[in-house]
């Protein structure tokens, strides 16, 4: 009974600290699948970052990549950068590239196997998807996927950074 | 002294929650993420039900914090474990790490991870997923410079492991291991990455202080346009722990892709004669492992094996997915140096996946897979599964359900037996998904009973709740049936499950 009413006594504290005030996001440079430096100063001179972490034995995290697929050239219209962000250990690396290529992802993979976005960004459940604006404030945090869960990602991002058509 | 970890706690979030009111919080960035977990379950016995004498109880709260400022953040994460009121048994840590980095250099104190290459002369990594915590306590710093990237560490390792309900420090004997490492990364030449790198390791139980394990090796790998090739090669020379005595290992990794779009082929070699470092249940190495289902032989102590991966989509509406794996131990009979030569012991896998989409609203998956297992569960000798599994989901617009089938037909010596199962779900986007899911197991063969248990069914039902987009609470009730679950080549024996599991994730 005591470990449950830790759980609550957590449980309350962290939904206090639930919708806090938009905060800055941190600085990383990583690299793509293909060896390019990405560096979010950088992205950001270009416009806003959209960044979900997936791994490839993520179903759920693949799922989602795939719904927002059709709503790429839209985003990328305006501007936003996105980024599939795969968390993927050394192990799998050889895999990660010929796999998001044979599900015709335009999003720029980039490798984290070290934890080190992961670790940043906090992330304890997959995926986990962030809006960053161009202020360099995290303005939209996502966790797990659902079907349908990428209609809240597409409207925030139409709301945040302009309309768009329809795909 | 019972309650200390908690105190810490709540200390510990009140302290940091409350540090954007004590700096000027336009400065100073804290953000972080909570996962607490809390279980409550029956003891493993047959036919056992829920009286206030065999229960058990498990907490587990798993806090990541960070605060930056300017070119330094601080990390911190309280992990706090509390398994039973009857095992009584506690772990916990407060692990912290200290970041400094302006480019070119960048400076990590504290707790870290640490892979060079791929893994074959280090590789302490975090699995947060399949609960492997493999850290380093220590110094590490990166200089770049004409293309190239000097990595420098040194750190005392920590192998957390989760096992039949227990975390367990896996090197908690010989905690006062000590691994030192350079590591040096070239893109001087277009396309081509070149490394080189040297590891030592110090062990408490090294017989003397001069007898200590090195590796070396490096790596080459060429990136063209859709192609990729890459080759490892690292060395050993060591001494045996306790006893003495020298041991030369060696290894091999080579892997190629081709990525198109719509198609995506991956083709991968390993040959590991007596690279691996560690001990029992833990390695300061870790090699690739072909095996998608996870299976290893022995982590790098003697494994040869090949992997491929052909993904292809001709059209936007399926995808095919062929995977064809082998790992398996030298054969050491004979003469032969042979590439495609094995031992008898190891894994085989096969698997074939397709996923449709007929339209925007619906999802089709079928699939079949084909593990065989030589002396990998012992005393089984050999262990055939195959599995089909269909999924098929739609989405309706304002909820979506979701039905799977799987059957796993197993063949172990000479018995037979099958599990089988079903499940439903049904969600609505951005609030929750209710599972549930039956599955039962045709018969229970003499050597299972005794490795997990006789039980034949096991209903579960989850809840999963998005309270906000930043928290997520989960609630598990039912049974779960246990059994070697295998990731990356690292396998452990989860105990059977029945009771009620709650999970509130939490980032902010």
Redesign the interface.
């Known amino acids: 009974m005591k470990k449950l009413v830790a759980l609550l006594f957590v449980a309350v504290l962290m939904v206090h600290a639930a919708e806090t005030e938009v905060v800055d996001a941190p600085d990383f440079s990583l690299q793509d699948v293909d060896g390019n430096p990405v560096i979010l100063d950088s992205l950001l001179k270009d416009g806003p970052v959209f960044m979900s972490f997936w791994a490839i034995w993520c179903k759920q995290c693949i799922k989602e990549l795939d719904a927002l697929l059709p709503y790429y050239d839209e985003f990328n219209s305006l501007g936003v950068n996105l980024l599939a962000l795969s968390v993927d250990k050394a192990r799998s690396i050889p895999q990660v590239k010929p796999f998001a290529k044979s599900h015709r992802w335009k999003y720029v993979v980039v490798l984290d196997p070290d934890n080190i976005m992961r670790d940043l960004y906090n992330v304890q459940a997959m995926p986990s998807s962030f809006i960053i604006n161009q202020d360099k404030k995290i303005v939209f945090v996502h966790q797990g996927y659902k079907p349908g869960d990428e209609k809240k990602i597409i409207d925030t991002m139409r709301e945040l950074f302009g309309k768009g058509e329809e795909p | 002294m019972k309650n200390k970890h ?1 105190i810490s ?2 200390l510990f ?1 009140t302290v940091i ?1 409350s540090l954007p009111l004590l700096v000027s919080g336009k400065d100073l ?10 279980w ?1 379950f029956l003891e493993n016995k047959p036919d056992s039900v829920l009286t206030d004498s065999n229960y058990r ?3 587990e ?2 806090l ?3 605060a ?1 400022y300017g070119d330094i ?1 601080l ?1 911190g994460v309280f992990f706090i474990w ?1 398994p039973s009121v009857f095992v009584g048994k506690k772990y916990g840590y407060l692990d912290y790490t200290a970041l400094y ?1 302006k ?1 070119p250099v960048n400076i990590t104190y504290g707790r870290y ?3 060079m ?3 074959l002369c280090l ?1 302490q ?5 399949f609960r492997n915590d493999n850290s380093l306590l220590g110094v590490k710093g990166d200089i770049k410079f004409f293309n190239s990237t000097l990595t420098a560490l040194s750190g005392r390792p920590r192998n957390l492991f989760f096992e039949q309900n227990i975390y367990k420090v896996k090197n908690d004997t010989v905690i006062a291991d000590q691994i030192r490492g350079a590591n040096l990364e070239t ?1 001087l030449i277009p ?1 081509t ?1 070149l490394a080189g790198r040297y590891v030592r390791i110090n062990r408490k139980n090294d017989l003397t202080p001069q007898a200590f394990t090195e590796l070396f090796g490096g790596n080459a790998g060429v ?1 063209y346009g ?1 192609f ?1 090739a ?1 080759l490892e090669y690292a060395n050993l020379l060591g001494c045996v722990p306790v006893f003495g005595g020298r041991i030369k290992g060696k290894a091999l990794y080579a ?12 083709v ?1 070699y390993m040959d590991y004669d007596s690279i691996d470092v560690g001990g029992i249940g833990y390695r300061y190495n ?4 072909p095996i998608k289902s996870g299976i290893g032989v022995n982590r790098g102590n003697d494994e040869k094996g090949f992997g491929g ?1 052909l ?3 001709p059209f ?1 509406f399926i ?1 095919g997915e062929l995977n064809v794996n082998r790992l398996k131990t030298h054969n050491r009979t004979g003469q032969s140096t042979s590439l495609w030569r094995f031992g008898t012991t190891g894994v085989d896998e096969q698997i074939l996946k397709i996923i449709t989409h007929p339209n925007l609203q619906t999802e089709f998956t079928v699939s079949i897979d084909r593990l065989v297992k030589d002396s990998i569960e012992l005393p089984v000798k050999r262990k055939t599964e195959l599995k089909p599994y269909v999924d098929l ?1 739609y ?1 309706f ?1 304002p ?2 359900v979701e039905g799977d089938y799987e059957r796993d037909m197993i063949s172990a010596d000479t018995s037979d037996y099958y599990d089988q199962a079903v499940s439903f779900s049904i ?4 609030a929750f ?1 209710l599972t549930l899911r039956y599955e039962r197991r045709n018969r229970v063969p003499e050597w299972l009973v005794e490795k997990i248990s006789s039980e034949t069914q096991w209903p579960l039902a989850q809840l ?1 709740l ?7 609470l989960r609630i598990r009730v039912g049974a779960e049936k246990g059994g070697l679950v295998c990731m ?2 690292v396998c452990r024996w989860e105990s059977p499950f029945k009771g009620i599991k ?1 999970v ?5």
């Not at chain 2, 960035?29 to 809390?38: D, F, I, K, L, P």
């Not at chain 2, 892997?255 to 991956?266: I, M, P, R, V, Y």
């Not at chain 2, 509130?504 to 902010?508: E, H, Q, V």
């Open positions: 908690y706690l709540f979030i929650l960035r804290v953000m972080g993420s909570n996962r607490a977990e809390y409550l109880e498990h907490f709260d798993k990541k914090l960070s930056a953040t990390k509390d980095q480019n991870y640490a892979t290459g791929r893994g590789n990594y975090l699995d947060e997923d893109n396309k990455k990136n859709p990729e890459y892997s190629g892709s081709l990525a198109l779009s719509g198609l995506g082929l991956t991968q870790e090699p690739p492992n991966s993904v292809v989509s936007e995808t989901s989405d617009g909820f979506y969600g609505k986007p951005e998904v999963s998005d309270l906000t987009n930043r928290h997520n990356g080549g709650i509130l994730t939490s980032l902010f």
